[in-house]
Every structure is written in C-alpha cells, then in structure tokens.
C-alpha cells in the first residue's frame, strides 16, 4: 500500500467517523454500501487497494443531513450536491474535506470544491406498479445522463446525443432531476423496490437494505450495514469472497492515473 493512498483512506475515514456521529445524534438512517460494505465483509475494513467510501441513504433522511451536517458537522468538513455547488455534476451527494485536493485533471475548469470525497447515494422508492416503475427508472437514468454533461463535455470521444445534451441550461438539467426524484420520494416507504444511483443504476428489494439493525466492523468501528448484506453484495460482485486477480485490485487512483491528489492544502 502506498504511503499516498493510505494517507487518503485516512482522511475519508475521518469524515465517516463526523457523518457517523452527526446521524447518531439526528437520528439519520445510513448504510455502508458497495465498496466499503465489501470491505468491511471481507476485510474488516478498507480493500486495501480502495480509495473512496460510499455510504447509502433513504432519500429523506439524506434531505435533513443537508440541513444539520452544515450546522453541526466539522467545519474541515462540507456536504454538498446541485442544491450547493451550480456546476455540480452528479446525481448524489459528497461530503468533502475542504482543504485537499482529488481532482481529474480534465475536469480541473470546473468550478466546484474538489476536496477528497466520501459518496452519499440516496436510497429513493419505486413504484409497485410496474410500468410506472419502469417509466421511473428511464426516467432517472436520462436525469443522471443529464447531469453528468458537465463532466461529458471533456471526453472527446462523445457521441451525438450526448453532445446535444450539453448544450440544455444547468437550470434545467437541476428541475429535471428534482422532478424525477420528487416524484420517486412521494411514494414513502411502503414500496417493494428502491433505487440506488450507484454504478450506474441499481435496483433492490427494499427488504434487502431495510428490516433489522445490524453493524459490521470497519477499521476501528461498528458501522450500520444493509439488513441482507450478503445479499446485496452478491448483486454487486457475485462470489464476493472469492480472491480477486492482481489486474483487478485498483482503486480510483491506479485505474484513472490522471487525478491530482492533495491531502492537505
């Protein structure tokens, strides 16, 4: 393990252990998710090669930690989304520490804080009906589209509609996803379904994520973990246990190459 990545890995858990406590004392509903539930299975912590944390959130319990995580959280600390930053590009939500630096350099006219980030994705309901649901997931997968052409324009490569959708107003790109959202968020909780807008999209049996407290160890903390996180690992990466090929075990730091990382400022 590098020096570097495991100095990163030391700031995003220092922003798990702030949003731990914030949703402690707020009462806010969390879950470790992809990546860094994988690691607290199989590892007891990070994947040793890993450079991020991703955490999931029922939508509405995410609304009220953009409100108390400003007021409440480590001023070395900002959560932020579209709501926040008018260039921000991505259907979730990240906390950062403001005072490093992990950015693409592609990306770098940008105008947003690109401190190193832990990933909030938001946990929305489907319908039960299922060509509503469907609609719902076209629907919120052309939301996501929409909102990444801020990032898009940078990739040569881009196709036609995607070069098009560039060109919508950032106002709009905000409504359209605050519409399709809102429109998942009126359902409550009472549905069969939930969608995840991580890699790519996914989508769970609520039961899955929901129905029963339990807490797995990572690093030196007990941290809250899907109800059937056996379960939802195998959707994610099948024999999760078994050991990985050595051309497979890269984070975001090796696989991107080109990102320029600042652990402090």
């Known amino acids: ?12 858990y220092g922003m798990l252990r702030e949003l731990d406590r914030v949703c402690r004392l707020n009462g806010i509903r969390y879950f470790l998710g992809q990546g860094t539930l994988l690691g607290a299975a199989k590892y007891g912590g ?13 939508c509405r319990d995410l609304e009220r930690l953009m409100e108390v995580f400003p007021r409440e959280g480590n001023k070395e600390y900002m959560i932020t989304d579209s709501s926040v930053e008018r260039h921000y590009p991505m259907t979730w939500s990240k906390i950062r520490a403001v005072n490093t630096l992990s950015r693409p350099k592609k990306y770098a006219s940008i105008p947003i804080n690109w401190g190193i980030c832990i990933d909030l994705f938001p946990i929305y309901p489907l319908s039960d009906f299922a060509p509503l649901r469907k609609l719902e997931i076209f629907l919120f997968k052309a939301a996501n589209k929409i909102m990444l052409a801020e990032f898009t324009r940078f990739d040569g490569r881009r196709g036609p509609l995607t070069r098009a959708l560039e060109f919508l107003p950032i106002g709009f790109r905000h409504f359209f996803h605050r519409f399709v959202t809102g429109r998942m968020k009126a359902h409550g909780e009472g549905t069969r379904y939930v969608l995840l807008p991580c890699k790519g999209t996914k989508i769970v049996e609520r039961r899955v994520i929901f129905g029963g407290e339990k807490r797995l160890q990572f690093e030196d903390g007990l941290y809250p973990v899907p109800a059937d996180y ?20 890269k984070g975001h730091e090796q696989r991107i190459g080109d990102i320029e990382w600042k652990v402090s400022l």
């Open 1 to 12: 393990m590098s020096g570097l990545l495991r100095d990163i890995q030391h700031v995003e």
């Open 230 to 249: 056996h379960a939802y690992l195998t959707l994610n990466f099948g024999d999760y246990m078994a050991p990985l090929p050595e051309d497979q075990k």
């Open 46 to 58: 990070f994947i040793p090669w890993d450079d991020d944390i991703d955490v999931l959130v029922p």
